[in-house]
C-alpha cells in the first residue's frame, strides 16, 4: 500500500475522532451550564446527610467561590467546623485549620460529611476535567427512566479530581445533567450521583449521592443560591489565608 493512500484511509478515521472529541466536550459544556452558570461564581451550599429512617441526620453549611482557571475556596459556616477552609488551586487543594498557620496539604477525595467530598464542593466543572466518548441513546437511570438520556464514559484527564472515571448520564434534549456513576482510582464504583433541577428546569438545585455499596447511605448537596462573584486574587493564596482566619 502506497503512503498517500494510507493517508487517504486514515484521514476520516482520524477527523472522525477529533469530531466525537469536540462533541463530548461540548455536551460536557452544556451540562456544566446546569450545574455552575458563570466562570466567577459565589453559591451556597446546604449539605445534609440523611439516616435509614430517611430523615436528616447531619447538616453543614458553605459557602463556596468557583474561580476561573480551576481555582476555588470554600469557607466552612456551621458552628462545628467555624473558621476552616479549603483551597483548590488546579490540581492542588489545602485545609486551612483557625489557629494554624501552616496550610495542610488534602486531596480532592478528603471526605467533608457523608459521602460528599471536597472535590464534591470545589469544583462544578467537567469539560475542563475529563474527556470521554459517547454512547448509545436509551432510557435515562430510575427513578427518570420514562425520558431519554445520551450515556457519556469519561475518564479524567488530570489527577486532582475525586473520581477517575464517570459514567454520564444527559438528557437528550438539553445535555442537562441527569444521574452518574463515579468511580475512584482502583475502578471500584464509589458513589451513584443523582442531579435534581429547580422548577424552571434552568439549573441544578440538588446532588443526591448514594454510597454504592452501603446503599441506604445518602447525601445530599443542595445550591442554596448563586450569584456572580470574583474574589481578590490574595484569597487563593494559601499563606495568606493561613495569616488571617477571619474573611469577609
Known sequence: MTMPLLIALLLPLVAARALAADDVTALLQAADR?????????????VTTLGRDGRPDKERRYTVFTQPRRRSLVLMRSPAEAGQKVLMLGDDFWLL????????RITASQKLLGDAA??????????????????????????????????????????????????LWIGQARSEPVAAELYVQSDRLA?????????????????????ALAGHRETRV???????????????????????????
Not at 485549620?97 to 495542610?104: A, C, E, K, T
Not at 469539560?127 to 448509545?136: E, I, K, M, R, S
Open 34 to 46: 446546569f450545574r455552575s452558570g458563570a466562570d466567577a461564581l459565589q453559591v451556597e451550599t446546604l
Open 97 to 104: 485549620l483557625p489557629g494554624s498557620q501552616r496550610p495542610l
Open 118 to 167: 471536597t472535590g464534591d464542593i470545589a469544583t462544578m466543572n467537567w469539560a475542563d476535567d475529563y474527556q470521554g466518548t459517547v454512547g448509545a441513546d436509551g432510557p435515562c437511570p430510575a427513578p427518570d427512566e420514562a425520558r431519554s438520556c445520551r450515556r457519556l464514559r469519561l475518564a479524567a484527564t488530570r489527577k486532582g479530581v475525586s473520581y477517575a472515571r464517570i459514567e
Open 191 to 211: 458513589k451513584r450521583a443523582r442531579f435534581v433541577l429547580d422548577p424552571a428546569g434552568r439549573q441544578v438545585d440538588e446532588m443526591v449521592l448514594l454510597d
Open 222 to 248: 443542595r445550591y442554596l443560591s448563586r450569584m456572580p462573584r470574583t474574589v481578590p486574587e490574595a484569597w487563593l493564596n494559601p499563606m495568606f489565608l493561613a495569616r488571617n482566619p477571619v474573611m469577609e
